[in-house]
């Protein structure tokens, strides 16, 4: 029988509006028809159809739409959704857990199309541009034959375009899928032979084309098969590190959401974790690459990243990896040449900042060394390699002596480090510095800290810019007699986070998931300051009200104060804590804090136990005087501008502070340095700079109004032009007249 589909007729049930009747009419009346004629031309073709090649169609889909849409609960939800504008059956096939399509008849409603097609997603084709032969991929299309993209309305990308198309999609991590075939209008009447003959047109068509899909589909099933010989070994229980022995331990494999499966593992000492980690065996990293690839973490970083087609040949292949360090704050050179010394010890072969981690013969499909060891080096690299970058520190016994040695030479360098309470002294270096501090706010805080034998501990408060950080730190190495940008070891900024609800925050805590005691910069600078009695330790809390300090802080202040023990914790096995800590005499205890809408409020019982020092006083004068020759012969009248300005400000106790005035500055120089051809007017860059540092600040009511009508006179005298600041000015003015209050921010 050859029945005849009436594709208008098609096209008005794709856009009836109702969800309930488009779905149920799409289901009894397109997709019998349509589903007859495929499942005709796959028995034609003589398709064996089964577990790993079978049809699948939207039926399932429509059928869940039609009854949610009849269910109140979910029936305004569905009320406008598109489900129902299309329908398509295709031809899959199953390999290794994933699903590819071979052939598709698609009837879109949205764009009014008849699609006949094979779909891919972008993975392929971005692994064909990295090997070179997309270019062949798409000359194995057929001209008449396009490329389409888009779940709703399809829309061509041109094959001249295409491979532009694709690596524009890597970056921004856009992963669209791809239809590969022919297009016609869903209009008009096709019989059913006819339709079967297009089917059979563009099965032929892109025959060629499905050969690089297979072919991609066997390289990648392949690179699979080794990373499943890897995958399922999970009798690694010891590695040897350092001449060190640890056990390890290797979880089963988990499955990832998307791309491929995970395992994790831990390091341990004796009963003590070291470390934890994970192996990712991934069929492509979303991000990176678009091949089978094994992604090694240690402690949170990426340390081992490598493509698995590496080692698909012709007999066998060296897994060779490229090692790149890219820290920040290291010599990444220094670092590279440590991880390869330490590969070299460990008997992993090394070349430059490459390493070979094992051979695979091609032909059995299996590894040379045994998946075991391969397994092994790639966990033990990884961990060699953590510990190079200081990110996991793992002990040695085979060169304790060196270490010990090491230690004596650090510790004898710490011992020339003499602490010196002396003011005077102090006080000439911190005179000395760059920075400004009266010697009235300098002998105040040496006073806070020092009054007391066996307290110690000083609040700074005060308008942000003031130099409250700097201050602590240049007392701290001044008393060692270090200059402010020298390393302190006796000195150690804490900077205090909003998520502080407790002690642990300060002192730790035992973690009995990772089997250890958690530390903390404040608990290592206590236990250091117990075993070196004689040195004063500085801890500064930096912006230390931004959590509520009563409740981080208690059981500090009341160890300080009643002189008992702060119970840590009960584990006998635990050697390298005490059970319970005494708080010595030693210590130094220094706060920074801001007051706004972000802090809160200082309690009694916290500041009947400080000293609390206020610095919003400026001296720009002195200020002016340690700035650089270059910037002050540029910027004399603009300095001038800007202290006026502050001396306006300062009435209301609304001015600004050191670190806003050295910014402002510097880029006014900054701009004076781009040269007449590019570099804003002086007035106006002054006027930039005054809107963009120092007005975002202002806020208030009616107390504020004579302020803000003094600026207003200021700035029309000063500014020339269309001022920003003075626009800003006059909007807050009216805000306040008309609301009562007023601030910067819209």
């Not at 006819?194 to 047109?201: A, I, V």
């Not at 499943?228 to 331990?249: A, F, H, N």
């Not at 006026?644 to 209301?652: D, G, M, N, V």
Request: proline share 3%; hydrophobic share 35%.
């Amino acid at each position: 029988m050859n029945t005849i589909l009436n594709l208008t007729y098609y096209q008005s049930l794709f856009n009836e509006d109702n969800t309930e009747i488009r779905c149920r009419r799409v289901l009894d009346e397109v997709a019998p028809q349509v589903n007859r004629v495929f499942e005709r031309f796959i028995t034609s073709k003589e398709i064996p159809l089964g577990d790993k090649l079978y049809i699948r169609n939207y039926d399932t889909t429509l059928t869940t739409t039609y009854h949610d849409a009849r269910n109140p609960t979910y029936a305004e939800k569905k009320k406008n959704s598109d489900m129902g504008r299309k329908y398509f059956v295709g031809l899959y096939m199953k390999s290794d857990e994933k699903e590819y399509n071979l052939l598709t008849i698609e009837f879109n409603g949205i764009d009014q199309s008849l699609l006949l097609h094979t779909e891919i997603s972008l993975i392929p084709f971005w692994s064909w541009s990295r090997s070179g032969v997309i270019q062949d991929v798409l000359s194995s299309i057929p001209d008449e034959y396009s490329i389409f993209t888009g779940w709703k309305e399809k829309s061509r990308v041109p094959k001249e375009e295409f491979e532009d198309f694709v690596k524009s999609c890597i970056k921004p991590r856009k992963r669209p899928w791809f239809q590969v075939g022919k297009s016609m209008d869903l209009e008009g009447q096709m019989d059913e032979k006819e339709l079967s003959g297009y089917l059979q047109e563009v099965w032929d068509g892109l025959s060629e084309f499905r050969e690089f899909i297979n072919m991609e589909i066997q390289t990648g099933q392949r690179a699979w098969t080794a990373l499943k010989q890897l995958s399922s070994i999970r009798d690694i229980e010891e590695t040897q590190l350092l001449g060190r022995p640890y056990s390890v331990e290797i979880s089963s494999v988990e499955n990832l959401k998307y791309q491929g499966k995970r395992q994790s593992f831990q390091i341990n000492d004796g009963d003590q974790m070291i470390t934890k980690g994970n192996i990712d065996y991934l069929d492509y990293h979303d991000k990176n690459s678009p091949f089978q690839t094994i992604v090694v973490r240690v402690a949170g970083g990426n340390q081992i990243f490598t493509n698995v087609r590496e080692i698909l040949a012709n007999g066998t292949k060296e897994w060779w990896i490229k090692k790149l360090f890219a820290t920040q704050s290291m010599d990444n050179h220094e670092i590279k040449a440590e991880a390869m010394r330490l590969l070299q010890e460990h008997g992993i072969q090394v070349e430059d900042a490459s390493y070979c981690v094992g051979t695979y013969d091609n032909d059995s499909e299996t590894f040379i060394e045994g998946a075991h060891q391969v397994k092994k080096n790639f966990i033990d690299a990884a961990l060699l390699f953590a510990h190079a970058r200081k990110t996991v520190e793992l002990p040695s016994d085979s060169v304790n002596n060196e270490l010990e040695m090491e230690g004596e030479n650090e510790l004898s360098e710490t011992e020339t480090l003499e602490p010196n309470f002396r003011f005077a002294e102090i006080h000439d270096m911190i005179d000395n510095s760059q920075f400004t501090f009266s010697k009235s706010i300098v002998r105040d805080l040496h006073l806070n800290l020092t009054a007391l034998d066996d307290k110690h501990f000083v609040i700074l408060s005060g308008i942000s810019g003031t130099g409250k950080t700097q201050l602590c730190r240049l007392y701290a190495n001044a008393v060692y007699g270090l200059e402010y940008e020298s390393e302190n070891p006796y000195f150690s900024i804490i900077p205090v986070r909003p998520d502080w609800t407790d002690a642990s925050s300060l002192f730790g805590y035992y973690s009995s998931f990772e089997k250890r005691y958690v530390k903390t910069e404040f608990l290592k600078v206590i236990l250091n300051a117990l075993k070196e009695r004689e040195k004063p330790h500085f801890i500064l809390l930096d912006e230390m009200n931004l959590a509520r300090v009563e409740y981080y802080l208690s059981d500090y202040l009341s160890a300080v104060e009643s002189r008992k023990e702060i119970p840590l914790h009960q584990d006998e096995h635990i050697t390298d804590i005490p059970q319970k800590l005494n708080i010595p005499p030693n210590v130094y205890v220094l706060g920074t804090i801001n007051i706004d809408e972000t802090t809160h409020s200082i309690s009694d019982k916290v500041l009947d136990r400080a000293f609390v020092m206020t610095l919003s006083d400026v001296d720009f004068t002195s200020f002016w005087e340690r700035v650089d020759q270059d910037l002050k012969d540029s910027l004399f009248r603009e300095f001038s501008l800007l202290k006026e300005f502050h001396t306006k400000l300062s009435a209301y106790e609304l001015h600004f502070g050191y670190r806003t005035m050295g910014e402002m500055l510097q880029k006014l120089y900054a701009n004076h340095q781009l040269g007449a051809d590019h570099a804003m007017a002086p007035m106006e860059a002054l006027d930039g700079v005054i809107a963009e540092k120092v007005l975002t600040k202002i806020r208030g009511d009616e107390r504020i109004s004579e302020m803000l009508n003094e600026l207003n006179l200021w700035l029309t005298s000063n500014l020339e032009g269309r001022s920003v600041s003075l626009q800003h000015v006059n909007r807050m003015q009216e805000e306040l007249e008309y609301y009562g209050a007023t601030q910067f921010w819209r």
